[in-house]
């Protein structure tokens, strides 16, 4: 049986914006990728001192930001699994589930740089068959620097070409909140639920 390439975009999604969706594509487009699976994080544990939307708000806005695309689809292997998650354990029981496919970890330039950081990272840069990386424009990267420090994951890293402007979900956030425009960021049914549940707003 041929092998297959899954790739892998985990996240909080708080909210998921057109440049997750860019993201996501052009990996899905430039890698090869038979499937992509956003991984929905419950309770990342970086951020775990910081305030994140319920999982069902951030669940149903993810469904309605991903909804019609069939390379698309969300994993439930870290809603379902007891925390903390840690990528690599999600690697790990993904690759138990597909034998067939090679898993490709998509990545923000930010959290590659912050790769040293993450848990047995020199063991996911070596469960993984590649990892796709998405800069925003003008961010530099010294990947001898991070060679140096994971040998090997030079030649597992692809950069993803494509158009993304400077956008994070925290900045829609603070955006909604001292309310400045903001509806063109987020897919139109996403921007439509926020609406209708008063969603990052100051109390």
């Not at 049986?1 to 899954?6: A, G, L, P, Q, W």
Request: charged share 25%; glycine share 6%; aromatic share 8%.
């Amino acid at each position: 049986m041929s092998r297959t390439k899954i790739g892998l975009f985990g996240g909080t999604f708080d909210p998921p914006h057109i440049g997750h969706l860019i993201l996501a594509s052009e990996a899905v487009h430039q890698l090869g990728l038979s499937r992509l699976l956003w991984m929905l994080a419950p309770d990342p544990p970086h951020k775990l001192e910081q305030p994140i939307t319920p999982l069902p708000h951030r669940l149903e806005m993810l469904k309605r930001a991903i909804a019609g695309n069939e390379s698309f689809e969300i994993s439930h292997l870290e809603i379902e699994r007891p925390g903390p998650h840690y990528t690599i354990d999600t690697v790990r029981q993904l690759s138990q589930l597909e034998p067939n496919a090679d898993v490709v970890l998509l990545l923000g330039g930010d959290s590659l740089r912050d790769l040293p950081t993450w848990r047995q990272y020199s063991d996911l840069v070596a469960e993984v068959y590649q990892i796709g990386v998405m800069r925003r424009p003008g961010d530099p990267f010294d990947m001898s620097a991070l060679e140096e420090k994971i040998p090997g994951v030079t030649g597992k890293v692809v950069f993803i070409d494509a158009p993304l402007q400077d956008l994070a979900s925290r900045e829609i956030r603070r955006r909604i909140a001292d309310g400045e425009a903001w509806r063109y960021y987020v897919y139109p049914s996403v921007y439509d639920y926020i609406e209708s549940n008063c969603l990052y707003r100051e109390e």
